[in-house]
């Protein structure tokens, strides 16, 4: 195995395999080049000279630029290197055309066909509140209906919210919540209100439009004697509806996958994320839908995904959504370029462009053909875009909110997480897979241990369908699921 990866050509640092010793010598491009420190894996080193302001290039462009004389050999991180970006810039349309390398094989995976002609990929209960108040009231009520009948599948997704809110915030908790109401993974779903929140039941209501009436109860707790036993007759009637359902072949083009990475290290851009992208064009070859999300993880890549625009009306929105994010930041006086995190650095990830150009490999080579504000939900199959933060449980609430059936999460470091859909975690190195498999899912640190990525893919594909159709990843498995909403303004 080799010591090291140069990623693309054009680059003039390398990323080491394993920990490197001074006076190890790496043979790059047919010279050698004499290792100058100690160098930990995932990090980076010099393979020629660079110039005091230079830009150090890894994955072919820039991810900042030199400090100082930076030596052949020599480790390059955030003691010696500088993020390029900055604040609002204009952009102009240069549309690329990628043909996809795959084709249309005709899959399909075990899911439930709903009424109204969506598709699931589980059955369970949940219990929604529409206040954090009544988050002990809906435990009690999954207690009570669980010891009284042998269905165990029945979640409670607990928040803070709903009362003592304004403007976007309330708006945001509303839509969130109405979305996950109305996902189909959900075979039955119980709305549990307090009575005097601002989220009232029937604002509520009204603002689900349309939804499946056989599938959805409401209870409003102040407005009965007892709440507990109330709730669980209504789960009851939910589950005679839930357990006549029966899986049937749904083809793979009904998949609807979101992408998200989190906890990165410096083989994130190596590993794992190039087999997401894989994935993602393997799937929309199939008439399949993903979703790319944290926008402030696109800052200094912004423009590879611009320019995959279908059109300019896209490209139009692609630029509001990157420039919007940048004036949320704004607007609290806070540096838009605040990131990598601490974790992410001591994997070797130095700027945001580092972080950037390896988390949007994720979204493979595929056009973007449509782009999500917060809490809007799928309608177009293909690549979308979908405004959030990077915050983990946020932003994958925000992808199983828009429509998901699974959100797809590499890590190079590990994470336990998980929220109200399957969330499966796949490491960017074997070190952490061997370490934590109660927590990840899969293994693309394969890829540094001489399997192709045609092998590793067709694993991949064929675990992610294994999931649709009913297999537990780790986060279910552990009973970690949670959800998180977005907020931005006060609490009164």
Same mark, same amino acid.
């Given at each position: 195995?080799?010591?090291? /990866?140069?990623?693309?050509?054009?680059?003039?640092?390398?990323?080491?395999?394993?920990?490197?010793?001074?006076?190890?010598?790496?043979?790059?491009?047919?010279?050698?080049?004499?290792?100058?420190?100690?160098?930990?894996?995932?990090?980076?080193?010099?393979?020629?000279?660079?110039?005091?302001?230079?830009?150090?290039?890894?994955?072919?462009?820039?991810?900042?630029?030199?400090?100082?004389?930076?030596?052949?050999?020599?480790?390059?991180?955030?003691?010696?290197?500088?993020?390029?970006?900055?604040?609002?810039?204009?952009?102009?349309?240069?549309?690329?055309?990628?043909?996809?390398?795959?084709?249309?094989?005709?899959?399909?995976?075990?899911?439930?066909?709903?009424?109204?002609?969506?598709?699931?990929?589980?059955?369970?209960?949940?219990?929604?509140?529409?206040?954090?108040?009544?988050?002990?009231?809906?435990?009690?009520?999954?207690?009570?209906?669980?010891?009284?009948?042998?269905?165990?599948?029945?979640?409670?997704?607990?928040?803070?919210?709903?009362?003592?809110?304004?403007?976007?915030?309330?708006?945001?908790?509303?839509?969130?919540?109405?979305?996950?109401?109305?996902?189909?993974?959900?075979?039955?779903?119980?709305?549990?209100?307090? #009575?005097?929140?601002?989220?009232?039941?029937?604002?509520?209501?009204?603002?689900?439009?349309?939804?499946?009436?056989?599938?959805?109860?409401?209870?409003? +707790?102040?407005?009965?004697?007892?709440?507990?036993?109330?709730?669980?007759?209504?789960?009851?009637?939910?589950?005679?509806?839930?357990?006549?359902?029966?899986?049937?072949?749904?083809?793979?083009?009904?998949?609807?996958?979101?992408?998200?990475?989190?906890?990165?290290?410096?083989?994130?851009?190596?590993?794992?994320?190039?087999?997401?992208?894989?994935?993602?064009?393997?799937?929309?070859?199939?008439?399949?839908?993903?979703?790319?999300?944290?926008?402030?993880?696109?800052?200094?890549?912004?423009?590879?995904?611009?320019?995959?625009?279908?059109?300019?009306?896209?490209?139009?929105?692609?630029?509001?959504? /990157?420039?919007?994010?940048?004036?949320?930041?704004?607007?609290?006086?806070?540096?838009?370029?605040?990131?990598?995190?601490?974790?992410?650095?001591?994997?070797?990830?130095?700027?945001?462009?580092?972080? +950037?150009? #390896?988390?949007?490999?994720?979204?493979?080579?595929?056009?973007?053909? #449509?782009?999500?504000?917060?809490?809007?939900?799928?309608?177009?199959?293909?690549?979308?875009?979908?405004?959030?933060?990077?915050?983990?449980?946020?932003?994958?609430?925000?992808?199983?909110?828009?429509?998901?059936?699974?959100?797809?999460?590499?890590?190079?470091?590990?994470?336990?997480?998980?929220?109200?859909?399957?969330?499966?975690?796949?490491?960017?190195?074997?070190?952490?897979?061997?370490?934590?498999?109660?927590?990840?899912?899969?293994?693309?640190?394969?890829?540094?241990?001489?399997?192709?990525?045609?092998?590793?893919?067709?694993?991949?594909?064929?675990?992610?369908?294994?999931?649709?159709?009913? +297999?537990?990843?780790?986060?279910?498995?552990?009973?970690?699921?949670?959800?998180?909403?977005?907020?931005?303004?006060?609490?009164?």
């Amino acid at each position: 195995m080799k010591n090291f /990866i140069k990623i693309n050509e054009n680059d003039n640092v390398a990323v080491a395999l394993n920990d490197l010793n001074k006076g190890d010598s790496l043979e790059v491009d047919g010279k050698v080049v004499a290792v100058k420190e100690s160098i930990k894996k995932g990090h980076k080193v010099a393979i020629k000279d660079i110039k005091k302001d230079s830009n150090i290039c890894k994955y072919g462009f820039p991810i900042g630029h030199a400090l100082e004389d930076i030596n052949e050999g020599q480790w390059v991180h955030t003691h010696n290197i500088k993020t390029n970006l900055e604040g609002i810039k204009d952009y102009e349309y240069n549309k690329q055309n990628f043909e996809n390398p795959f084709k249309n094989e005709n899959l399909t995976f075990k899911g439930y066909r709903r009424e109204d002609n969506t598709v699931g990929i589980r059955n369970e209960i949940w219990i929604v509140p529409t206040v954090g108040c009544v988050n002990g009231i809906a435990d009690l009520i999954a207690d009570r209906f669980k010891s009284e009948t042998n269905f165990k599948e029945v979640y409670v997704y607990k928040h803070n919210f709903g009362c003592s809110q304004l403007g976007e915030d309330h708006k945001n908790t509303r839509t969130i919540l109405g979305n996950i109401v109305k996902h189909p993974n959900a075979g039955g779903v119980l709305v549990l209100g307090l #009575g005097c929140e601002n989220n009232t039941m029937d604002s509520f209501k009204e603002s689900l439009h349309s939804y499946n009436k056989e599938r959805v109860r409401f209870l409003v +707790s102040q407005e009965v004697e007892d709440e507990v036993a109330s709730g669980c007759e209504l789960l009851k009637e939910l589950y005679s509806k839930v357990q006549n359902d029966k899986r049937e072949d749904i083809p793979l083009s009904e998949l609807k996958i979101g992408l998200k990475c989190g906890a990165s290290d410096g083989f994130s851009g190596i590993t794992a994320n190039p087999l997401l992208g894989k994935l993602s064009d393997f799937l929309i070859a199939q008439g399949g839908t993903t979703i790319l999300t944290e926008v402030p993880e696109m800052f200094g890549a912004e423009t590879i995904l611009m320019n995959r625009a279908k059109d300019e009306e896209v490209f139009a929105k692609t630029v509001s959504l /990157i420039n919007d994010f940048k004036k949320y930041f704004m607007s609290y006086n806070q540096p838009v370029y605040e990131n990598p995190s601490p974790g992410n650095k001591a994997g070797g990830i130095t700027t945001l462009e580092d972080k +950037s150009l #390896g988390c949007t490999q994720k979204s493979g080579s595929s056009e973007v053909v #449509g782009v999500l504000k917060y809490g809007e939900t799928l309608n177009i199959k293909g690549l979308n875009l979908l405004s959030a933060p990077g915050n983990d449980l946020v932003a994958s609430t925000g992808l199983a909110a828009a429509g998901c059936h699974i959100v797809l999460f590499t890590t190079g470091r590990g994470t336990p997480f998980g929220t109200f859909v399957p969330t499966v975690k796949i490491s960017t190195n074997s070190d952490i897979y061997n370490k934590k498999k109660n927590w990840i899912d899969f293994n693309a640190g394969a890829l540094l241990e001489n399997r192709s990525m045609d092998e590793v893919l067709k694993d991949f594909v064929n675990y992610i369908i294994s999931v649709a159709g009913g +297999s537990m990843a780790n986060n279910e498995k552990n009973g970690i699921r949670e959800i998180s909403i977005f907020k931005n303004g006060v609490t009164l």
